[in-house]
């Protein structure tokens, strides 16, 4: 349909979404971002967070995390470093990925240098498995089709 926004979602290794979309909320680096059809072109970067669209089907949600969302022509692209519909994010891994990280924080020691890169480095990893949760929340609270 003419005028109808596209939107991509491309990871390094796949084209995570790729379809027409009525209205999509981005994680802007300052903020929850909207965008609709006929959108002005823009860049802006991304967090780690969570990614909301309506679409034919409904709305639905995916993980995504950092990168950047560029709008042109009508086609919002979203180029990310990993991005999973709420089907594809696998429970048990996401959950043991926020244990590990809470493990990783509580052990850690007051020292700066090495011990404050791998705090954020934890802090970051929980983060990013606490949006995965969120995703899957909001996919079967919403009974969100994924
Ligand atoms: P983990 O420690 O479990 O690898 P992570 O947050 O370090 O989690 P990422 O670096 O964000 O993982 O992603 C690496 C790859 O693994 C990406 O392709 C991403 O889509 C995939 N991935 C990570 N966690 C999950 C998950 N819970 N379910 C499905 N795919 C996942």
């Known amino acids: 349909m003419a005028g109808e926004l596209t939107l991509r979602v491309i ?20 903020g929850s971002m909207g965008i609709l059809p006929r959108h002005a072109p823009m860049v802006a970067a991304l967090q780690v967070g969570v990614l909301r669209y309506k679409a034919k089907g409904g709305e639905k949600v995916l993980f995504v995390s950092e990168g950047f969302a560029e709008v042109r022509g009508n086609v919002l692209r ?22 590990r990280a809470r493990e990783r924080l509580a052990k850690k020691g007051n020292g700066g240098g090495a011990a404050e890169f791998d705090a954020a480095r934890a802090e970051a990893a929980l983060h990013r498995a606490m949006m995965r949760l969120r995703v899957l929340e909001y996919g079967s609270r919403e009974r969100v089709r994924t």
Do not use: M, N
């Open 11 to 30: 990871t390094p290794d796949r084209i995570v979404v790729d379809e027409p979309v009525e209205s999509v909320q981005v994680p802007a680096l300052d």
């Open 78 to 99: 979203v180029v990310c470093e990993a991005g999973e519909t709420a089907g594809e994010i696998d429970e048990a891994r996401a959950r043991d990925a926020e244990k």
